[in-house]
Each structure stands twice: as C-alpha cells, then as structure tokens.
C-alpha cells in the first residue's frame, strides 16, 4: 500500500477523521485506519504490508525457454544432457519435470542430475 507522503492533514481532514472515529467507537466496532500520516487508530491487530516471500532468481519463463529448446526434437526413447548453464542442476531438474508435463503430459520424461559433467540428463519414457 503505498500511502502519500503529508506533513499535515488540513483542519477539515482532521475533524472529518475525528468524527469517524468517534463513530465507529461508539458502535463498539472493531477496526484499523491508518491516517494519511501513517499513524494507526483502531484496537484490530493487523500486519503491515504483505512483502514478496522470495526473489525470483530468473525472470518468469527463462528456464522454461531455455529448456524447450532441447525438449522439442525429443522422441520416445530418446536421452538428453541439458549443461546447468547458470541455472543450477537442481533448478534445471525441476523445470524440465513441468516442462514435460506441459508438453506431453504427466510422467513423460524421467531426469538426474550428473554432477561430474554438470549436466541434467534427461529420457522420454511416454
């Protein structure tokens, strides 16, 4: 929530804000205002802001474009090494299961993760 920086509410801001207090108390309500000047009035506990839990490491899709592009000549039967590039095994791994799945349905491909040559290798099995 992004709230506008104000030194000072104008006088009729400040009794209009007043009164609906005074109302809400006097419903015996329970609540939470947070003035223009950030100050919060209210007996609810409520949060701050909700903030992002993590911080993609990639955009959204670059994995998944960087992994089509070995997945989409594959075949039945067929095994490929896709390289960590800056991904990481693990990250690569996962990608290539959803990606899969996407392509070709649930269970399509098996994978592992061949550390030695940092390299995901990669069967279609359906």
């Not at 801001?13 to 109302?23: D, G, P």
């Not at 994995?63 to 390289?83: F, N, T």
């Not at 693990?90 to 994978?111: E, F, H, L, M, Y």
């Amino acid at each position: 929530m992004n709230l506008p920086t104000i030194l000072k509410m104008s006088q009729i801001q400040e009794n209009t804000f007043k009164r609906a207090i005074v109302l809400l108390d006097s419903m015996k309500c329970v609540y939470a205002i947070m003035d223009p000047l950030g100050n919060k009035h209210g007996t609810l506990n409520i949060d701050g802001p909700k903030r992002i839990k993590r911080i993609p490491k990639h955009p959204h899709g670059q994995r998944s474009a960087y992994i089509r592009k070995y997945l989409a000549s594959m075949l039945v039967g067929d095994v490929i090494q896709i390289p960590f590039d800056k991904f990481g095994g693990p990250d690569i791994q996962t990608s290539v299961g959803s990606t899969a799945n996407r392509i070709w349905g649930k269970g399509s491909v098996t994978s592992t993760i061949v550390r030695d040559s940092q390299v995901v290798e990669v069967m279609r099995i359906i």
